[in-house]
């Protein structure tokens, strides 16, 4: 059974093309690891929800979900990139849960 990772975000405006920018190149790394099935960005354009910007990473099962965040954390260390500073620099207040998917 897939595996939902999904993070809600609330930006503030003048910080979001900083973070979708920074969000992107996670993506593009995510994208390479072994279980990745498919990910999106959603933008908020209506609705009076204070979250405004939405990601999802669906992986194909918790061992590919597992091996992505120990290999995403082992890449930031390298590159020096900590998200959680970023999210206080850009005044983000962000939420994460895993979810299980299925067809309805």
Do not use: C, H
């Not at 999904?6 to 690891?33: A, C, G, N, W, Y």
């Not at 405004?52 to 091996?67: G, H, K, P, R």
Request: hydrophobic share 40%.
């Amino acid at each position: 059974m897939q595996v939902v990772l999904i993070d809600t975000f609330i930006v503030p405006e003048e910080s979001k093309t900083v973070l979708l920018q920074e969000t992107r190149k996670i993506q593009r790394f995510l994208k390479t690891l072994r279980g990745f099935v498919e990910g999106f960005v959603y933008e908020k354009t209506a609705g009076d929800s204070r979250v405004n910007i939405v990601t999802t990473a669906v992986w194909e099962s918790d061992a590919a979900m597992e091996n992505a965040k120990k290999t995403a954390a082992a890449q930031f260390q390298k590159l020096g990139f900590n998200p959680q500073q970023l999210m206080r620099d850009l005044n983000v207040e962000a939420g994460r849960a895993v979810y299980r998917r299925t067809p309805y």
